[in-house]
Every structure is written in C-alpha cells, then in structure tokens.
C-alpha cells in the first residue's frame, strides 16, 4: 500500500504539469468550452458515445480524453452510460445497416434538446467504408448532424476542439 | 525437427484412407487441393493428428466457389482448397469436428449461400436484416450497393438457445452497451448471480470489407487492411501488405522490415498498456487505470511525433513503409523505453501486493488449457492458458527470424494471467524493439511495385497484439484485388468468452470481457 501511495505522490498531478506549448493550448480550450458550459448548460454537458460502425479507432481516442492527461471531465463534460441522461451523441463509424435501427433508437431515446457530433472520417463521409449493401455512410444519412470531427481518427485535441465548436455553434 | 514431418506423415495418412490430394505451393502455406465429399474427413484424421483449424473463408470464380481452410501444426501452415458448383453448393461439415470452425462455416453459409451438411448449428451468423436470405453478399453477381431498404429493421427472430428452470433468468443486453465500447449482443441465462450461459450475437459492425475490397488497388487495400480493426492498424496492414508482396514477388528492404517490427511491437505495447489498465478500471481499481492509461497516452505521443500518427495507420504500405527513424528518434525511443520499464516495475511492485485487485482477478474468468485447444485461441489468451504459440517464433518472418525473446506464458487460465502475459509480453517489445534499432542500417524504406500475374495469390501470417493475424489475397488482372480475407485473431477467441464466463458472477462479466478483449469490427468485418 505504501508502494502505491509512493508511486501516486511521485507522479503527481499530470494534468495540470503540463509544460509543452501544445498543452497550453489544451488548457485554453478547456477552459473555453468549460465557460460556454457555464453558459449555456449551467455547468456540465453529458455525452453518450456510440459506435454505429466504426473499425475502434475513433473509440481508442474517445477514450484518450478521460486519461489523466485530458481528463476532460474536469471542464464539465460527462460521458452518461444511457442516452436518456444525454445531452449529446458522440457517433462514430460508418453507420453500419446492422446499426441502423439501434442509432435511430439511441436518438430518439435522447432527451431534447440534443446534440450530434459526427466523429471520424467515416462518420463524416462514410470514411474508407462509404456506402454499400452493408453500410449506410456517413451519419448524417440517419440522423441530423450538428458537428464533424473530421480524422481518421480525430486526436484528442481535435475532439475537443470539436466539442468547442458545438458549444460555440 | 518433426515440422516437415507433420505434413509428410498426414499426407500418407490421407492417402491411406483414399483422400487424394493435389499439392501446389503457396508462399508461406501448401495449397493441398482435395474433393469437396473428403472435406470432413479430412477434418476427423487432422484433429486426431493434433492439427489445429485456423481459418475458413470461401471465393466465387466463376461459376465456382472455392472453400478453403487454413490449419496449422508446430508453425507449418496448409490451406486446404475444394472447388464446388456455385449453382448448389453442398459439402461437409468440419464444424461437426473442429469447434473454431462453426461459426466460420456459418459465415460463408450467409455471404456465398454455401451448405455444410452436418453442421451442428445452422442459424445465420454474419447477416441480421440488411439482405434477403437467398442473397449472397460476396457472391460475384451480388452488387457492391445490394439492395437495402431506407430502415434495415433491427434483427430478430434468432434462435437464442433458451434455459428452463426454477430460478433461471435471462439478461439480454447489447447491441448499444454501456461503455464506450463495440455494439455487441450477449444473451446471459442465470440463477441469482451465477451466470448458466452466455451466447454472443455479433455481426452489428459488418460493414462490407470483404466485398469492398475487390477491385482495389495494392496502396487501397493496405488502408482498408488497416481498418479492420483500428487497434490492430499495424497487425492487419502488415499481414495485408506481406500477402500481396509475396503475390507479387516483391521483397521488402530489409530498413522496412525492422521499422515494420519497431511499429508492431508499438503497437503491442500501447493496446496492452490500455488493456492492463482497463482490467483494474473493471475492478474499480482506479489507481493503475489511471497509471496505466497515462504511460500509454505518453506512448502515443512517441508514436505521433515519431511517425506521424498516434495509432501508426498507414505507416505500413505495400513494398515497405511510409515511415522512417532519424538518429535522434532512435534516442527518443530508446529513452523512453528506459523511462517505462521503470515506471512499469514501481506499479506493478505496488499492485502486485494489493490484496482487493487479487481478490477479485484470480480465478475469475477461468479458461481451462483444453477448452483453450479445443477452440484453437491465439494470442495473450491462449498464452495465458498454456497455449504456447506465437507466430513470430513458430513461423518467423522478418525482421523476427533474427531476433532473440521469450513467448511469455501462464497456465492459471484466469483474469489474473491474461493480465501478467500482457505485463510479459510488454517487456518482451521492449527489448524486440531495442534489437531492432541496433540492427537498423541506412537503406531504402521502400521497394518498387510491380503488378502481379492474374491469379497471383499468396497468405500471410504474422503475430499481431492479439495474437495470430491472417491475410489471403488473390489478383485479378491490372494490379487489382479479386479476394481478401483477413482473419482476426478475435475470430478464434470470441468463442472461448462463452466458456470462461461460466459460473462466474454477471457483475464480473465486464472484467472477462476486458482480459479477453475481442475486437467486434475485426469479427464482423
Ligand atoms: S474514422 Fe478512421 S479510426 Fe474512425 S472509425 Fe473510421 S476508419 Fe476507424
């Protein structure tokens, strides 16, 4: 045990240590959408994320922002095991036909007001999967975007960045 | 050694029960060709042999349908091939003798409309609502766009195996789950706690690669082998890669080949940082995730201001890499190793001595060696229950037929060793990727392509993260691709979460699921 509280001393906060200049800028965005939170949804917004499709990339960096280095939290932004407790859908992946009626569902389950990030390359335009017998493309084909995250897939950063778009939008 | 052995005995076997066979050779592989009436037999004497089944995937030529296994004994790899007519194919099951091949056979059945008599389980697999039932997705006159309607309705009417009794209850849940996290349907049955059965649905993320692979180019089809499964970009892309090369007779610069291993090895150690971490996440043991997570986004960083991309997709192109290390980055790299290893022993010291993550990773999850041979599972969980295979040793390819490590290996067949084979395997890259940085010499990253012969086809095995990563490919004319079938190791390890979940409590389901880690894309393709 005390091997353990060594280890959480001596790594210390990573969040707010952050010297690189990049890191500046993640801070500044941070505290951007954390005062358009503040704003506009009195403290905190709630994500769901659902794959409708996608290869797991865009999830692997979805996941990045709850890492002690983003830790994205800290601005208010919350990600909800339901839909119903949402705010916002973070839809990734080409829509695949098998998902169709689950993303459907998932947005009507939504309550309103809602809001649609498109994240990846895939959720933008269909990505490397376009349209075909199995895929309906992009999700905008579905349900009504309100954002794109455009990368395959999106760094942390840029979905932040995304996310301050939104809140700005 | 008796590598050589295995296929010369098993042949006089085959002749001796009358299965005549047509060899031809293939990169990598023999290409044993036999008549489809043989197909199960074949099966009944490999399994007797030891044989493990590896892959199965089908083609349509013409007028024909090519059915094609993959099996594997001590590193040698066979493809098995019989030739049916399209126009009623039939042939026997060798799901009724190898488990791991079920739901392979059940794949091609939905995608070519091909019948194994005999086969133990004859629901759809691959298709839910997106495509008739006498549609064939990758049969030729199949249109890439097919036929959809506005709204592919949700799936329904599958048959879960259904279970009786005082007390039984059934938990459906999927295909949207609660994390974030692949869509997914399991179908539990308990009694209280305890879990009876578990069934997976899968299927929710076909999204066409196979059918949208035909007529790419070489450079096309390395993207789309890189999208697979996003977490295993490098896995794929490389045995995509190594596959249309040998096609086409190309050999890589032997540069490429050590920076192919630096990036695969990455890659091996970022998922398994993420999986470390995410297991003691799903034991709320929010220390190491948080430690755990942090090491791997620095490790991301590495790989974004090194090779350009945090999770190294497109690196890998046919003929070599789009990537390359200056001096100064091999420096960065071999600090950075130091700096892990380092930090690595202090958590795992701290861990290792903490009596609430024991409690509850030991003997959960437990995978019994047999059941783990039976299904044929690769990777970190076969290693984890005495399944001593790795392909970078047993069937080395470069740049590993030169280097030195160790398979790691466990045989408590629970949560616990799925874990400390991940924290093995971890310091194994490490020192692999040492190895190849002193062994890089200046050259070319990249070796011309020259368009293959029509026909050309070549399979291609390497080890990825997960473990065994297939490719097939065959040409057409023009450089373009006709088949390509790429087989996940969650292909084989999928099934085996349905065994090691019994008797386990439901509230433990999340950490099984996570020791596994089953990709879903790479699955349903
Ligand atoms: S955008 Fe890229 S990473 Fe995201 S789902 Fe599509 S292919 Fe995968």
């Given amino acids: 045990m005390l091997r353990l509280f ?164 | 050694m008796s590598a050589a052995n295995w296929t010369a005995n098993f042949l006089n076997q085959l002749t001796a029960a009358a299965i005549s066979v047509e060899q031809f050779s293939l990169p990598s592989a023999s290409l044993w060709q036999i008549e489809s009436r043989h197909w199960q037999q074949f099966a009944t004497l490999a399994v007797g042999q030891d044989v493990r089944w590896v892959a199965g995937w089908a083609e349509h030529v013409e007028g024909r349908l090519f059915i094609n296994a993959c099996f594997e004994k001590q590193g040698v790899y066979v493809l098995l091939r019989t030739i049916v007519n399209a126009a009623k194919p039939e042939l026997p099951s060798q799901a009724t003798v190898y488990p791991a091949a079920s739901r392979s056979e059940r794949h091609t059945q939905d995608m070519f409309g091909v019948h194994f008599t005999g086969h133990p389980d004859h629901r759809r697999w691959t298709r839910h609502q997106a495509w008739a039932k006498h549609d064939y997705p990758l049969r030729k006159d199949f249109p890439v766009q097919g036929e959809p309607e506005t709204v592919t309705p949700p799936d329904k009417d599958y048959q879960f195996i259904k279970a009786h009794g005082e007390g039984v209850y059934e938990i459906p849940v ?45 450079e096309s089809l390395a993207r789309l082998a890189g999208r697979v499964s996003g977490d295993t970009t490098v896995g794929h892309c490389w045995a995509a890669c190594r596959a249309m090369e040998q096609a086409a007779g190309i050999e890589i610069p032997p540069r490429a080949a050590l920076l192919r291993g630096i990036l695969a090895e990455r890659e091996r150690v970022a998922n398994h940082l993420g999986d470390m971490g995410a297991i003691c996440n799903d034991v709320a043991f929010i220390f190491a995730h948080m430690q755990f997570s942090r090491l791997r986004e620095l490790w991301l960083r590495t790989n974004a201001a090194v090779f350009g991309h945090r999770l190294l997709m497109d690196r890998i192109v046919p003929g070599g890499v789009a990537c390359d290390l200056s001096a100064s980055a091999c420096t960065l790299i071999k600090q950075e190793i130091v700096q892990l290893s380092k930090e690595l022993s202090e958590i795992i010291t701290a861990i290792d001595l903490n009596s609430s993550l024991e409690d509850r990773i030991y003997t959960a999850g437990y995978l019994a060696p047999e059941i783990a041979a039976a299904f044929g599972t690769v990777g970190y969980v076969g290693r984890a229950s005495g ?105 084989l390890n999928w099934p085996a979460l349905e065994k090691l979940v019994l008797n386990n409590i439901v509230p433990d389901f999340p950490v099984c699921n996570k020791s596994l880690n089953g990709s879903y894309s790479g699955n349903d393709l």
């Fill in chain 2, 174 to 218: 999927g295909p949207v789950h609660a994390g974030i996290i692949e869509p997914g349907h399991f179908r539990f049955q308990a009694v209280g706690e305890l879990i009876l059965n578990l069934e997976e649905r899968l299927g929710y993320v076909h999204k066409g690669i196979e059918k949208i692979a035909e007529g790419r180019t070489p």
């Fill in chain 1, 6 to 169: 060594k280890k959480i001393i001596t790594t210390g906060v990573v969040t707010e240590k952050c010297k690189v200049p990049k890191e500046d800028e993640l801070e500044r965005l941070g505290i951007q959408i954390k005062n358009h939170i503040d704003k506009n949804f009195s403290g905190s917004i709630t994500i769901r994320a659902v794959d409708a499709g996608s290869c797991n990339g865009c999830e692997l960096e979805i996941h990045a922002l709850n890492n002690p280095y983003y830790d994205i939290e800290r601005f208010g932004i919350h990600f909800a095991a339901s839909p119903r407790h949402a705010d916002v859908l973070l839809v990734t992946g080409p829509v695949s036909r098998h998902m169709q009626t689950a993303l459907l569902r998932t947005y009507e389950a939504t309550p309103n007001p809602k809001w649609v990030v498109a994240v990846g390359d895939c959720a933008a335009c269909g990505g490397e999967f376009g349209v075909s017998y199995a895929s309906c493309g992009a999700v905008s084909n579905v349900i009504p975007v309100d954002v794109v995250i455009a990368g395959c897939p999106p760094t942390p950063q840029a979905l932040m960045k995304g996310l301050l778009g939104l809140m700005k939008g």
């Fill in chain 2, 387 to 491: 399944q001593d295979r790795d392909v970078r040793r047993d069937a080395p390819y470069l740049p590993y037929d030169h280097a030195s490590f160790k398979v790691a290996l466990e045989d408590q067949g629970d949560v616990a060793s799925r874990f400390w084979v991940r924290y093995k395997e971890i310091n194994a890259s490490l020192k692999l990727i040492k190895q190849f940085i002193a062994q890089l010499a200046a050259g070319s990253t990249l070796t011309e392509w020259q368009a293959p012969p029509a026909g050309s086809e070549a399979l291609s095995i390497v080890e990825g993260w997960r473990g065994e990563t297939i490719a097939y490919v065959r040409f057409d004319a023009d450089n373009k691709i006709a088949r390509y079938y790429p087989r996940d190791p969650s292909i």
